[in-house]
């Protein structure tokens, strides 16, 4: 058998445990005939193990984007992605995933990382019952024979909560309900024993009810693993109760980020605030203003953008904002692309 080739190493990325991430600078564009779409622009963040990140924004603002980017999913002659993104995998050994060769990624996609699709029903193989692809994970991942892969398929789908999984383990995902669906990707994603494990929207086309258990379930898996999880999503509900760090996007481009609790609770973004501003105030308080976004939509991101994206709906903004405004840091891990941060969160 061949030797599995070493990951590509970036001397300058310090050691770090294993499942750790670190993006740096991700950016990634897509080329169409009349004009390039602007997805992702220099984002950057770190996941630890253990820990939860949750990303949030407007459909649109690049949270599937940058994550479909970090995974290498995108790749194509009319994509274009740069920065770096570094991942420690379970031997310690720091890979870079921007420049890593295809038998490194096939090697770590679905072993030490793995992802959670938004539509289980579009991402589920008709054609094999959902055993055979727990089972082939298993297989390729762990090295485990046929039979052997099959019963850690069964016990993969009791794991995650599915009666009679001897059973079910023969069914087509045809045959599974749009929550059991789902309880299978879970199943399919940790079949390689993830150090890592990316959830895009994982409850999007789900009932209330069937939300919560998918949520309680990843919260246990995590407990018993040690799992780092990114979660995508719309739900700022389900950050405060899940998310230990909270990343905000808008047309593209990080706006804030920081511990969860802190950013919910005095956001140092003005888009951040009118993101809380939508959700319901038992009080009946109507939010005050600088917390209320202008009528609006999120810019074209084929535009080339120039100042504070934010702007044309922020009730902040003066003339200074049409030029470049970074990153700045505004307390303990915690960073806002706004020049009135100290007014937001007053």
């Known amino acids: ?154 016990e993969l789908l009791r794991q995650v909560g599915i009666a009679a999984p001897e059973q079910r383990a023969h069914d087509y995902p045809h045959q599974l309900s749009g929550g059991m669906r789902q309880r299978a990707m879970i199943a399919i994603a940790l079949a390689g024993e993830p150090l890592l494990l990316i959830a895009d929207e994982p409850t999007t086309a789900l009932d209330v009810t069937i939300q919560a258990q998918i949520l309680d379930l990843l919260k246990e898996l995590q407990r018993e693993r040690g799992l780092a999880i990114i979660l995508v999503t719309h739900d700022l509900g389900v950050v405060a109760d899940f998310a230990d760090r909270v990343l905000v996007m808008y047309a593209g481009q990080l706006v804030e980020q920081g511990e969860a609790n802190a950013v919910l609770s005095a956001p140092r973004h003005p888009y951040t605030a009118s993101l809380l501003a939508c959700l319901p105030d038992p009080a009946g308080e109507a939010p005050v203003a600088y917390r209320r976004a202008k009528p609006g939509i999120v810019p074209a991101i084929s535009d080339e953008f120039e100042g504070c994206r934010f702007r044309a709906r922020c009730p902040l903004a003066e003339p200074r904002c049409e030029n470049h405004v970074p990153l700045a840091e505004t307390g303990s891990n915690w960073q806002s692309r706004c020049l009135f941060w100290r007014e937001v969160s007053s």
């Open 1 to 154: 058998m061949a030797s599995t080739p070493a990951p590509t190493v970036r001397e300058n990325i310090p050691a770090a445990a294993p499942g750790t991430l670190g993006v740096y600078g991700l950016t990634t564009r897509f080329r169409m005939v009349a004009h390039t779409v602007h997805a992702v622009d220099d984002l950057s963040f770190q996941v630890t193990p253990g820990e939860t990140l949750a990303i949030v924004g407007e459909s649109g603002s690049g949270k599937s984007v940058s994550m479909l980017s970090v995974m290498r999913l995108l790749d194509g002659r009319n994509v274009k992605m740069s920065g770096s993104v570094s991942f420690f995998d379970r031997t310690g050994a720091a890979c870079d995933l921007m420049t890593a060769d295809e038998r490194t990624l096939s090697r770590i996609r679905g072993g030490d990382l793995a992802m959670i699709f938004q539509d289980a029903s579009a991402s589920l193989n008709p054609l094999f019952s959902v055993g055979d692809q727990i089972a082939e994970t298993v297989q390729l991942h762990r090295g485990n024979d046929r039979k052997a892969a099959w019963a850690e398929a069964v």
